[in-house]
């Protein structure tokens, strides 16, 4: 179960984030990996980075083969919408391959030319455009491909609680061929909640539409956007259908492809509710960690065994357990303030006191993690790493909490001594195995068959209820 | 509040005024004149997105040499308004609403009373809606709307001032899974 630390996922470089590190945490002495399949040997296995792209390719072709595209005349346009986010899951190639494979599959069975891809982005206004660069896109799929970001120019879209705000660019064809990945990552945010859908309310929607799903609808209710969004008569007139990116923690396990939005997004939401359920209970359990950033993308967004590190931050919380009105935090905070418990807010986010220490190898700064900072011990390895922190509208006052270490050695370290544990786990991008030290790989070890009783017989059957899901729907 | 360290600064010889800069600067402290962007320092609030979507490479963010606070001046704000109109909003007033700054619902309700016209006039007199504008702005919006404030239309913003509970009775009916008169 426990063997040398495997090596992470490379980091793509990036204007958003500092040049990719030579050391990373599973070159450390002593840094080992527990596989996840080896936790639970149930979850499905996975293609990692550097093995399974041809036969995702296939498997995307094996898909597609019962979609109905007669909808698409030859004459027509179609935008397939890519989540940039997908270009981040194991180097990429595998969502790459999916969305060439989906453009050679409708060109085949439609005749029609003029695919599209949009690339959308998560935050930044050139993130999309680094990544069309970095993977050749537009020689590799053979297709138009733009990009689009957050302020781009908007589609106001009637819905069913009103006007919300699309992106004109991703709707501006004939039809709109849904094509993001699965991997679950913020489900504190998305609850398993039309998650299929969300890109309808995110990637795909202007920042005002993202801003009204954090900031003015709760938890629960801000997973209704993306419903209102995809069945406006705009957006049900050009969807044809959808193609995801099928992941376990394990690894990329393939395609899956609809029609029907909705008995896609429920298929996939059963598994990913048995799969990564198990994987997030087991963090949930965790009792005390040093948790290191190391790959691209933002700390929160980071994977360790196929679960972000945002998860972790939240673990204190069953996201899946929509009898639960928060899973960030946020009810408790606000039940706290109207009981006089607290007077004033003095956080944004509940963060989970597991965490005792939190180094940062590498991480793009770019969206708000200055709570990590002023609540729990922060190291920043490199001068670069900290300018960038400085220079970071998001987090103006980083620096003034962390402080600076000149190697991740050093690092590692000063957080083992102001934690006053020796549990490391590595959000390094991987999935399949953890990055951690042995003591933390033997906690893991020790939980993992009573977390997977836990999820079978009582906690999966209730998510699946709470969802309306029928376990045995194919 | 936020304390900001940086400053936009243009490069003239490689700006080809293309205005990229000037349709998504939240403060409006950039502004193409005469072919050429100009960054009015005073209002600059560092979000950076100018340096960002420059393609000429033509904006660089300097360290200013004092640093520019900016935080509403909450002793002139009246406290019983503030908290009326952050109720008319269903809001929090001691929430920390912008998630980059920290900057407080009420601190923003309190801009709003004392004579902030649009999304921009926020940015400028609190710093929220100044890093990544993807959490705060929906409750800007909001409260303008509170306020019976009419922003006016620019291509910067889109107004969006929707919460949870303005959802109508019949939709929650319809939907009781979304629990959209939950407070978190």
């Known amino acids: ?474 | 509040m936020k304390i900001v360290q940086f400053v936009s600064k243009v490069d003239p010889e490689k700006c080809n005024g293309d205005k990229r800069c000037e349709r998504l600067c939240p403060s409006g402290a950039i502004k193409v004149v005469e072919k050429i962007a100009v960054v009015q320092d005073d209002r600059c609030v560092a979000c950076g997105k100018c340096h960002e979507v420059c393609r000429e490479d033509a904006v660089e963010m300097v360290r200013r040499t004092r640093p520019l606070t900016i935080a509403f001046d909450m002793q002139s704000a009246d406290p019983e308004k503030i908290q009326t109109l952050c109720a008319q909003a269903g809001l929090l007033p001691d929430l920390p609403l912008c998630a980059c700054t920290g900057t407080t619902v009420g601190e923003i309700a309190a801009a709003v009373i004392g004579g902030a016209k649009s999304p921009e006039d926020v940015v400028v007199g609190t710093g929220a809606g100044s890093g990544c504008g993807i959490y705060c702005m929906a409750v800007i919006f909001k409260l303008f709307a509170c306020a019976g404030v009419k922003i006016p239309e620019d291509p910067r913003w889109n107004n969006l001032p929707m919460t949870s509970h303005d959802v109508s009775e019949e939709i929650a009916r319809k939907y009781p899974e979304y629990h959209f008169d939950s407070l978190a």
């Open chain 1, 1 to 474: 179960m426990v063997r040398p630390a495997v090596q992470p996922p490379e980091v793509m470089p990036s204007m958003y984030g500092p040049t990719p590190r030579t050391c990373r945490p599973a070159d450390l002495p002593g840094m080992v990996s527990v596989g996840v399949t080896e936790l639970f040997p149930e979850i499905q296995q996975g293609y990692r980075q550097g093995e399974g792209v041809e036969e995702t390719h296939q498997a995307t072709r094996d898909a597609l083969a019962s979609v109905n595209m007669e909808m698409i005349r030859p004459e027509d346009t179609v935008n397939i919408l890519c989540s940039e986010h997908g270009f981040y899951i194991l180097e990429g190639l595998h969502y790459r391959e999916m969305l060439k494979a989906l453009g050679d599959v409708v060109r085949d069975k439609t005749g029609c030319e003029n695919i599209r891809y949009r690339v959308a982005s998560g935050v930044g206004v050139r993130e999309a455009d680094e990544v069309v660069d970095y993977f050749d896109l537009k020689k590799y799929l053979n297709g138009k491909v733009t990009t689009t970001h957050p302020f781009d120019k908007p589609l106001p879209i009637d819905t069913e609680i009103g006007t919300l705000y699309g992106l004109a660019r991703i709707y501006d064809g004939d039809w709109i061929v849904h094509a993001p990945h699965d991997e679950p990552r913020d489900l504190y945010f998305h609850r398993m909640m039309n998650r299929c859908l969300k890109a309808f309310a995110m990637n795909y929607a202007r920042y005002e539409t993202r801003a009204a799903f954090h900031g003015t609808f709760s938890n629960r209710a801000s997973n209704f956007l993306q419903k209102a969004i995809f069945d406006s008569p705009l957006v049900q007139e050009k969807f044809a259908f959808s193609c995801i990116l099928r992941s376990t923690p394990d690894g990329i396990i393939g395609t899956d492809a609809d029609n029907d939005m909705y008995r896609l997004d429920r298929r996939i939401s059963r598994e990913l509710l048995r799969d990564y359920g198990k994987v997030l209970r087991l963090v949930a359990e965790i009792e005390e960690c040093i948790a290191v950033w190391d790959a691209g993308r933002w700390g929160y967004y980071i994977h360790s065994g196929g679960i972000a590190f945002g998860c972790l931050e939240n673990g204190k919380y069953d996201a899946f357990d929509l009898t639960v009105p928060s899973a960030y935090g946020l009810h408790d905070m606000v039940a706290k303030y109207f009981s006089g418990e607290m007077k004033t807010f003095d956080r944004i986010m509940n963060i989970n006191p597991a965490i005792k220490a939190v180094v940062i190898n590498q991480a793009w700064p770019g969206l708000p993690i200055s709570d990590v900072p002023r609540h729990v011990p922060t190291v920043v390895v490199g001068r670069d790493q900290a300018d960038m922190l400085n220079l970071d509208s998001t987090n103006p006052d980083f620096m003034n909490h962390a402080v600076i270490a000149d190697s991740l050695e050093t690092a590692m370290a000063f957080a083992g001594k102001a934690a006053g544990t020796d549990k490391v786990i590595a959000f390094d991008g991987s999935f399949g195995n953890f990055t951690v030290s042995p003591s933390m790989a033997e906690d893991l070890a020790v939980r993992a068959p009573e977390v997977s009783r836990r999820v079978d017989e009582e906690l999966f059957p209730m998510w699946l209820k709470q969802r309306g899901i029928d376990p045995a729907e194919a």
